[in-house]
């Protein structure tokens, strides 16, 4: 599976924007960018996936650069409840049942100062 | 929201025991996962279920492994006999369709301490 480095740290004050870089320049060109991220004492949790184009949902953005190597994730206006261990993880455009396979890497961890 | 369950949240067993963890993945989901995550290191696969059988498994899961499905909603792994480094958080996952995209939905976990 493509790699990808994440910063192992982040902090931020609440009510702020969040941006949480994400480098994967072994990026193939099918592979999706997928964020999920972990909340104290729970299960990961999926929050977005793109492709080439920016995306938006309820949660946060992503935002693809032109060359997809690279993608940050924007918590638009960062809570309490986002401190979090957030993951950025490749993957395949392979369809099929393998593709539950998710490798999860250290993941930056985000700290939201009140 | 619908959600997977896992119970119990912790289970202590002594070394050698056999133990069940239990999932109850999201009703209308056809693939199941089992990952862990030992204490302060990265969570790692370990199996992949669909139509009753392992479509996929990692070298952690090795003979003293197993899942099943016993019926319409449980989903379980049994670990046979149980050493010190089991000890970990257990996070059961499902899926809904074979759709590319499809995010895995995870439970939040059951601790196992192995002692």
């Known amino acids: 599976d493509a790699k990808t480095t994440q910063p192992n740290s982040m902090e931020s004050n609440e009510e702020e924007p969040v941006h949480l870089p994400c480098n994967h320049s072994t990026i193939s060109g099918t592979d999706y960018i997928h964020w999920y991220r972990q909340l104290p004492s729970q299960g990961p949790e999926y929050v977005i996936h793109g492709l080439t184009s920016n995306v938006n949902n309820r949660m946060a953005s992503l935002a693809i650069a032109e060359d997809r190597k690279s993608s940050t994730l924007i918590l638009h206006r960062a809570t309490l409840r986002d401190a979090a261990v957030y993951y950025c993880?490749?993957?395949?455009?392979?369809?099929?049942?393998?593709?539950?396979?998710?490798?999860f890497g250290q993941g930056t961890i985000l700290t939201v100062h009140p | 929201e619908p959600e997977v369950t896992q119970t119990p949240s912790h289970q202590v067993t002594q070394m050698g025991q056999e133990v069940i963890l239990r999932c109850v993945p999201i009703?209308?989901?056809?693939?199941f996962y089992w990952y862990r995550q030992i204490l302060g290191q990265k969570v790692e696969f370990l199996v992949s279920f669909y139509n009753n059988e392992i479509s996929e498994k990692s070298e952690i899961f090795d003979d003293q492994f197993s899942v099943e499905r016993p019926d319409g909603s449980n989903f379980t792994l049994k670990i046979r006999s149980t050493k010190l480094e089991d000890s970990a958080m257990y996070f059961c996952a499902s899926r809904m369709t074979r759709e590319n995209n499809s995010p895995l939905h995870f439970g939040n976990g059951t601790r196992l301490t192995v002692t």
């Open positions: 993880i490749l993957r395949p455009n392979a369809g099929g049942t393998s593709y539950g396979k998710l490798t």
């Open positions: 009703s209308n989901h056809l693939y």
